[in-house]
């Protein structure tokens, strides 16, 4: 999991800004499902 934060953490500030507005859109959606780590990395690399 730690590798996973520092890999977010790298990310230009505004990327940061759209993943977390990204999570919190699905989370009011409805549609944010538990993830799994190799998933979040998955999209966090792209």
Known sequence: MHELIAA???LPIK??????Q???QEFAQ???QAITPEQ???ELIG
């Open 22 to 24: 990204t999570s919190q």
């Open 8 to 10: 977010a953490t790298e």
């Open 15 to 20: 990327d940061q800004e759209t993943l977390v």
């Open 40 to 42: 979040l990395m998955a």
């Open 30 to 32: 409805g549609e944010c």
